[in-house]
């Protein structure tokens, strides 16, 4: 038997293996956990109410991850106040002009893609850090989510409440997740676009030598991420029935949590909105545990830093294991 074959069943047994395949796995059993004691202490724990309250920061997570997979640290903390952007907008221009049906949907999720397609040129063309890119973003998103609506905006008979409900028989909260996943489904996994994206944030120098245009996969990372942001403006609606600029910063850190906690690669290459959405629910039954176990929410913050440790150290310990068997 040759050396390799010798080696191949250590790697079957690697725990780790399995890991770095499905690096979602942690936070789902994390979530999974967290379901069954949220079960057990809330007999009412309905699943339409439940959907509703976490689409939002499931959506900024998984706008979230687009620019991450992209590498060079391309952390985007402009996500938020775009959501809070799109939501104003419809609020304070679309509906008063005769657009707050259907049509809004495209309308908004065609502005997000403009914003982040202009976040994407600075990081690229202007060869900055995206970080510091996204921040100066969410400054001016943050300007002009005020300058649009210095006060709440109230918004009534609106098509958006079903995200709160249901909408027919499936409840709205689980529509306003599948918009988002259904976008980035059918660019990356209908397109060459994904696997593009991963070679561009594995080694964008061995993606541009293979030809590869790694600045527009770049740019449209952050198109793609602004677009499914859109959505989440309108669901905010939805749950509030008011548009406020207050939100803009509400979902910046938690987002990136949520996708650090469900096992996205933080540099970039790899994992998916399976992450974003597997993170954003172990941190909302989190929540939700804390709250019925009547704990401080000064706690909270400490928390999630403690999961986050575990969910990085989880997944370098099973990297490096799958290193050494191999």
């Given at each position: 038997?040759?050396?390799?074959?010798?080696?191949?069943?250590?790697?079957?047994?690697?725990?780790?293996?399995?890991?770095?395949?499905?690096?979602?796995?942690?936070?789902?059993?994390?979530?999974?956990?967290?379901?069954?004691?949220?079960?057990?202490?809330?007999?009412?724990?309905?699943?339409?109410?439940?959907?509703?309250?976490?689409?939002?920061?499931?959506?900024?997570?998984?706008?979230?991850?687009?620019?991450?997979?992209?590498?060079?640290?391309?952390?985007?903390?402009?996500?938020?106040?775009?959501?809070?952007?799109?939501?104003?907008?419809?609020?304070?221009?679309?509906?008063?002009?005769?657009?707050?049906?259907?049509?809004?949907?495209?309308?908004?999720?065609?502005?997000?893609?403009?914003?982040?397609?202009?976040?994407?040129?600075?990081?690229?063309?202007?060869?900055?850090?995206?970080?510091?890119?996204?921040?100066?973003?969410?400054?001016?998103?943050?300007?002009?989510?005020?300058?649009?609506?210095?006060?709440?905006?109230?918004?009534?008979?609106?098509?958006?409440?079903?995200?709160?409900?249901?909408?027919?028989?499936?409840?709205?909260?689980?529509?306003?997740?599948?918009?988002?996943?259904?976008?980035?489904?059918?660019?990356?996994?209908?397109?060459?676009?994904?696997?593009?994206?991963?070679?561009?944030?594995?080694?964008?120098?061995?993606?541009?030598?293979?030809?590869?245009?790694?600045?527009?996969?770049?740019?449209?990372?952050?198109?793609?991420?602004?677009?499914?942001?859109?959505?989440?403006?309108?669901?905010?609606?939805?749950?509030?029935?008011?548009?406020?600029?207050?939100?803009?910063?509400?979902?910046?850190?938690?987002?990136?949590?949520?996708v650090a906690l469900g096992g996205l690669p933080l540099q970039g290459g790899a994992g998916g909105i399976a992450n974003a959405l597997a993170g954003a629910a172990a941190i909302y039954?989190?929540?939700?545990?804390?709250?019925?176990?009547?704990?401080?929410?000064?706690?909270?913050?400490?928390?999630?830093?403690?999961?986050?440790?575990?969910?990085?150290?989880?997944?370098?310990?099973?990297?490096?294991?799958?290193?050494?068997?191999?």
């Amino acid at each position: 038997m040759s050396a390799v074959d010798q080696r191949a069943p250590a790697i079957r047994r690697s725990p780790g293996a399995h890991f770095t395949r499905h690096t979602c796995l942690f936070a789902l059993a994390l979530a999974t956990a967290l379901l069954i004691a949220n079960l057990a202490l809330q007999p009412r724990f309905g699943v339409t109410a439940q959907l509703a309250a976490v689409a939002p920061l499931g959506i900024a997570a998984m706008a979230s991850v687009p620019s991450i997979m992209s590498g060079r640290g391309g952390i985007d903390l402009s996500v938020s106040p775009l959501m809070t952007l799109s939501g104003l907008l419809y609020a304070t221009r679309l509906q008063p002009g005769g657009l707050g049906g259907y049509v809004a949907l495209p309308l908004l999720m065609l502005v997000g893609a403009v914003v982040g397609t202009v976040t994407g040129l600075l990081v690229v063309v202007g060869r900055l850090q995206p970080i510091v890119v996204s921040l100066a973003m969410f400054f001016v998103l943050t300007g002009l989510d005020l300058k649009l609506s210095p006060s709440p905006t109230t918004i009534s008979g609106s098509w958006m409440a079903g995200f709160a409900g249901s909408m027919g028989p499936v409840p709205g909260g689980l529509v306003a997740l599948a918009v988002p996943a259904a976008l980035w489904l059918l660019v990356s996994r209908l397109t060459t676009y994904g696997s593009l994206l991963r070679s561009v944030g594995g080694n964008d120098v061995t993606a541009f030598t293979s030809g590869v245009p790694v600045g527009a996969v770049r740019v449209l990372a952050y198109a793609l991420g602004g677009a499914m942001a859109a959505v989440g403006g309108l669901v905010l609606i939805g749950l509030a029935s008011t548009a406020e600029a207050g939100t803009s910063g509400s979902y910046t850190l938690i987002a990136i949590a949520a996708v650090a906690l469900g096992g996205l690669p933080l540099q970039g290459g790899a994992g998916g909105i399976a992450n974003a959405l597997a993170g954003a629910a172990a941190i909302y039954l989190l929540q939700s545990l804390l709250g019925v176990l009547q704990v401080s929410q000064t706690w909270l913050q400490v928390i999630y830093g403690a999961l986050l440790v575990g969910a990085v150290l989880f997944g370098a310990i099973a990297a490096r294991e799958v290193k050494k068997g191999r």
